[in-house]
């Protein structure tokens, strides 16, 4: 590698920070193939609000992945004293993500 009069030879470490801001700017452009962007938002889960004791329900919702990424769903049930969580298989982006719950003990909206 030749060098201009008055100017310095690249060293190993110079070489590695240039390798490594060069890296990162890559990293930082829209569109890189190393970025995971998060899930769109997905609209409000489907699947009753009223439910019998001794049922089972389905609840299902779907949103897609600008990176199409897989999507894991948490459908979370409140109601007075119950909170109960239960993760749906992981659905491919775009498409639905459901549970089935069966109610055994509770009655209620």
Do not use: H
Request: aromatic share 12%; charged share 15%; proline share 10%.
């Amino acid at each position: 590698m030749s060098t201009k009069p008055g100017q310095r030879p690249m060293t190993g470490g110079r070489k590695t920070l240039l390798a490594m801001a060069a890296l990162l700017f890559v990293l930082l452009l829209p569109g890189c193939p190393f970025k995971d962007n998060p899930p769109n938002t997905p609209a409000a889960p489907t699947g009753p609000t009223q439910v019998g004791r001794e049922s089972s329900y389905t609840y299902s919702a779907v949103t897609s992945d600008p990176d199409g990424d897989s999507i894991y769903f948490e459908f979370s049930l409140r109601s007075g004293s119950y909170d109960q969580s239960y993760w749906a298989d992981p659905a491919a982006s775009g498409r639905a993500g459901s549970v089935n719950i069966y109610w055994s003990y509770y009655s209620g909206t």
